[in-house]
């Protein structure tokens, strides 16, 4: 679903679906299903955007060693764990951090492309930093944002079909604790947030309309509707492990 301008630049018709705060599992349901809806041309894109409780997520070629404490013992600390078929090593979700999924059809664009998708998930994140005077900057050969020498947003997807699923967390206003619990991304990385950085809180919905804003200018989307959607109890390939 996408139509032309007068200038002939390809627009995308999207939908925001804003879950608020959420259990993983629950908002991994309805990614699968609207990657179902939009491979059979039953809805627009999407823009999944959420908080999630605490949770660790290993990636499907991640390495469990990145797990530094004992699987079992998160549940104690109120933190869920999944192995998950996502790309990249493992990473951890929190409140106060922001959580987008995107679910595009890369098929439709100038640009099939993963590496060209990625790079623009990036650069919708460092815009939005901008929009808050922060600096950040990417590293060659790694995925993500960073500001200074420290982590500020992680980047994960999955593909199906040319249909992209999963995506990017951004460190807003979360406290980070959570990250002692694994080597983030595989890597000996301090993690950081846009409230560390700045030296306060941000408004976060503030930044999440900046964030969507940005999505529409990089992406060139045409958002149709903005609204929660309701997830029922699914089965999936999605077990909790631990």
């Known amino acids: 679903m996408h139509s032309k301008q007068a200038t002939e630049k390809m ?23 609207s990657l179902e809806e939009l491979k059979l041309g039953l809805s627009n894109e999407a823009l999944i955007i959420c908080e999630h409780f605490p949770v660790i997520t290993l990636g499907r070629s991640g390495n469990i060693n990145n797990l530094l404490c004992d699987p079992n013992s998160l549940n104690a600390k109120g933190v869920d764990f999944f192995k998950i078929d996502r790309g990249g090593d493992i990473t951890a979700h929190e409140l106060g951090q922001l959580t987008i999924y ?57 593909i199906s079909h040319w249909i992209t699923y999963h995506g990017l967390t951004i460190n807003v206003n979360n406290n980070l604790k959570i990250f002692s619990y694994i080597r983030p991304c595989g890597m000996d990385v301090e993690m950081t947030s846009v409230a560390k950085e700045l030296g306060y809180s941000v408004d976060f919905n503030v930044f999440k309309h900046k964030l969507m804003d940005n999505f529409c200018k990089v992406f060139n989307l045409n958002i149709k509707t903005e609204r929660n959607k309701g997830v029922k109890n699914e089965t999936s390939n999605l077990t909790r492990t631990g």
């Not at 627009?11 to 299903?33: E, N, P, V, W």
């Not at 890369?106 to 815009?127: C, G």
């Not at 005077?133 to 993500?144: E, I, N, T, Y």
């Open 11 to 33: 627009t995308f018709d999207c939908d925001i679906i804003d879950l608020g705060k959420i259990s993983y599992k629950k908002a991994y349901h309805l990614q699968k299903r």
């Open 102 to 158: 995107p679910v595009f059809d890369l098929k439709m664009r100038k640009h099939q492309d993963i590496h060209v998708f990625l790079n623009n998930l990036q650069h919708v994140i460092l815009n939005t930093l901008r929009e808050f005077s922060l600096r950040a900057h990417v590293v060659q050969d790694k995925r993500g944002v960073w500001a200074g020498s420290k982590k500020i947003a992680s980047i994960g997807i999955g």
